[in-house]
C-alpha cells in the first residue's frame, strides 16, 4: 500500500480512484511562499496556475512572487546566515538534518511522485524515480560537512600558514522545469552542507513539488530562514534575485541564453556564478558495438522525461554499416512507446510540459522534414483530443549541419547521423557551441579510451548512457555550462577558500 493509499484508508471509494488520488495530493501542497520558516501570500496576493500537460486543466493556483517578496526572501536567508543559526551549528548536526531530509523525501516519495506527474507530465515511475534520486542527493550530501577539510601548506617556514572551506554566503537557486524536485536537490543539498543559506526559485511552470520539499525541510527541523522557497518569473522574481546586493552566489540551470543573461548581471556585484545550461549530446555508435545496448541505451536517453533532459541523447552518429539496422531497431522502440496519461502505471510516455514546448517540439520536427530528414517513427502529435502529447520520433539519414542536429529541441526527437570514420565522428560530434554529456558505444577498449578523451564534454559514458550519478561531478563544457554539481566537485561552487597565516 503506497502512502497515499495509507492516508486515503476509511474515505468513500471515489476518492480512492486515481483522479482522486490527485485531487487529495494536490489539496495537499502549500500554495505560498516559504519565507523565513513561515509560508505566507505574495505580498500583491498574486498567484499563477500551474497546468496539468496531460488534460490542460488548471491543477491549481499559487503565489507569484514579486521584487519585494524575493527582498524579503533574502534578507531573511542574509539574516540567517550572518546570525550563524545554519553555518556555526555543529557539523555532525548538519549532516544529521541532511539525512533527515533525504529520509523524509523517501517517505513522501508517492506523494512527490504524484505531484510530479501532474505538473510535469512525466509517467510515474520516472517521477518516483526522480523523487528517489533527490533523496539520494540529500543522503550524499550528508556526509561532507564533517568532511570539509582545509589544508596546511609549506608557505613559509617562520609561519603557520593553512587554509579553510568556508561558505560563501547567501546562494540564489534557479531552476527549470523539468526535474522539479532533482534540481532543487542537485542545489540545495551541496549549498546546505557547506554551511551557507538559499533563496529558492522554483520554476512557474512546475512548482508543486518544490513547495511539498519546503514543508519536508522545515519538518527535518531546517532553522527558519535557511532556506526560503519563491515561485516566480524569471523576468520578475529572477532577475531580482540575481541583481539582489545580498545575494553572494548564484546557481542557475537552464536554458544557455538566460545563463548568459544571469552572468552579465551577476558581474555588476562580482557573485560567484555557477551555470547548468543547455546541451545537444552526441552519442557515437561504432560498428563493432553491442547494437541492441546501444540503441536500447540510446532509446532510454532520448525518450525518458519525453526528451526534457539537458542530456538528451539527441544527436546519434551511428557508423554508416550499422545506421540503417540501428534505425529500424530505434523506430521500433519507439513505436512501442505507449504515449498516454502518465498517472497509467501502463504509460510510458507523458506529454510535454506546456504548451510551448509542444509548439517548439513540434515546429523543430517541421523543419527536420522541410530539410529533407527522414521520419523513420513518429513526426506529428499524439492521437489524444486534449494534452501536450508528441509522439516520439526518429529521424533517419540527417546531416551535422541540419537546424535539428543543432540546435537544443528539448523534445522526444532523436536525429541519427551516419558516419564513416573515428576523426570524422570526432570532429562532427565537437562541432557544436554545447559541451555537456556524450556517448561512446563500442567493444574495442582502446577506442573507448581515445575517443571519451577526444569529445568535449564534461561526461562521457561509454557503453551505457546517462549515468548520473550523486558522487561523479556533472557539468558543462563550452556554452553548456560554468562549474561542476555533484560530488566533491560541487563543493567548490558552495564554498570559498581562505587562507590563514600566523607568524610563529
Ligand atoms: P529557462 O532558462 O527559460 O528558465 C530556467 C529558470 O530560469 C526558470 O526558473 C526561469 O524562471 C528562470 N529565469 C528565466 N529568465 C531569467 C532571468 N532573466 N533571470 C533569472 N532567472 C530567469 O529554461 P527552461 O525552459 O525552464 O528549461 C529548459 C532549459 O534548461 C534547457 O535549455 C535545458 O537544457 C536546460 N537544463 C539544463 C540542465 C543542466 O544540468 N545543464 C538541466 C536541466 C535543464
Not at 505574495?42 to 517578496?69: F, H, K, M, W, Y
Not at 556585484?269 to 540510446?298: H, P, W, Y
Request: charged share 20%; aromatic share 6%; net charge neutral.
Amino acid at each position: 500500500m503506497t502512502k497515499v493509499d495509507e492516508q486515503l484508508r476509511g474515505t468513500p471509494p471515489a476518492a480512492r480512484s486515481a483522479p482522486g488520488k490527485a485531487e487529495f495530493v494536490i489539496a495537499s501542497v502549500r500554495r505560498d511562499l516559504l519565507i523565513d520558516g513561515v509560508w505566507s501570500p505574495a505580498r500583491t496576493g498574486t498567484t499563477i496556475s500551474t497546468i496539468n500537460p496531460a488534460t490542460e486543466q488548471v491543477l491549481t493556483d499559487v503565489a507569484l512572487a514579486d521584487a519585494d517578496d524575493v527582498d524579503l526572501a533574502v534578507r531573511a536567508a542574509r539574516k540567517a546566515f550572518d546570525d550563524g543559526a545554519w553555518s556555526a551549528l555543529a557539523p555532525g548536526e548538519r549532516a544529521r538534518m541532511l539525512w533527515r531530509i533525504a529520509e523524509l523525501i523517501d517517505r513522501d516519495l508517492d506523494i512527490l511522485a504524484m505531484l510530479i506527474t501532474l505538473d510535469n507530465g512525466k509517467p510515474l515511475a520516472e517521477a518516483r524515480g526522480e523523487a528517489a534520486s533527490a533523496a539520494e542527493i540529500f543522503r550524499y550530501y550528508s556526509g561532507w560537512p564533517t568532511k570539509l577539510f582545509g589544508e596546511t601548506n609549506p608557505a613559509n617556514p617562520g609561519m603557520m600558514s593553512m587554509t579553510l572551506r568556508e561558505p560563501i554566503g547567501v546562494c540564489a537557486l534557479i531552476v527549470p522545469w523539468n526535474g522539479p524536485i532533482a534540481s532543487p536537490a542537485w542545489k540545495i543539498a551541496p549549498a546546505l552542507a557547506c554551511g551557507n543559506t538559499v533563496v529558492l526559485k522554483a520554476s512557474e511552470v512546475t512548482p508543486l513539488a518544490a513547495l511539498r520539499l519546503g514543508d519536508i525541510l522545515l519538518e527535518a527541523g531546517v532553522p527558519p530562514g535557511v532556506v526560503n522557497i519563491v515561485v516566480g518569473t524569471g523576468a520578475v522574481a529572477g532577475s531580482a534575485l540575481t541583481s539582489h546586493a545580498m545575494v553572494d552566489k548564484i546557481s542557475f540551470t537552464g536554458s544557455t541564453a538566460v545563463g548568459m543573461e544571469i552572468q552579465r548581471v551577476a558581474a555588476a556585484t562580482m557573485k560567484r556564478v555557477s551555470l547548468e545550461l543547455g546541451g545537444k549530446s552526441a552519442c557515437v555508435v561504432f560498428d563493432d558495438a553491442d547494437l541492441e545496448n546501444a540503441v536500447q541505451s540510446l532509446a532510454a536517453g532520448i525518450f525518458k522525461n519525453q526528451g526534457q533532459l539537458c542530456i538528451a541523447a539527441s544527436r546519434m552518429f551511428v557508423h554508416e554499416r550499422v545506421h540503417d539496422a540501428f534505425a529500424d531497431r530505434l523506430a521500433q522502440i519507439a513505436g512501442a512507446i505507449r504515449l498516454g496519461d502518465p498517472l497509467d502505471p501502463q504509460t510510458t510516455m507523458g506529454p510535454l510540459v506546456s504548451r510551448t514546448q509542444y509548439d517548439r517540439v513540434l515546429g523543430y520536427i517541421a523543419v527536420g522534414r522541410e530539410q529533407g530528414g527522414s521520419v523513420r517513427a513518429g513526426g506529428a502529435r499524439g492521437p489524444q483530443e486534449v494534452g501536450y502529447f508528441v509522439q516520439p520520433t526518429v529521424f533517419a539519414g540527417m546531416d551535422n549541419a541540419m537546424r535539428v542536429a543543432r540546435e537544443e529541441i528539448f523534445g522526444p526527437v532523436a536525429c541519427l547521423i551516419p558516419f564513416r570514420d573515428e576523426d570524422d565522428v570526432v570532429d562532427q560530434a565537437n562541432d557544436t557551441t554545447y559541451g555537456l554529456a556524450a556517448g561512446v558505444f563500442t567493444r574495442d577498449l582502446s577506442r573507448a579510451h581515445r575517443v571519451s578523451r577526444r569529445l568535449k564534454a564534461g561526461s562521457v559514458w561509454v557503453n551505457t548512457y546517462n549515468a548520473v550519478s550523486p558522487i561523479a561531478p556533472f557539468g558543462g563544457f563550452k556554452q553548456s555550462g560554468v562549474g561542476r554539481e555533484l560530488g566533491r566537485y560541487g563543493l567548490d561552487a558552495y564554498t570559498e577558500i581562505k587562507t590563514i597565516a600566523i607568524k610563529l
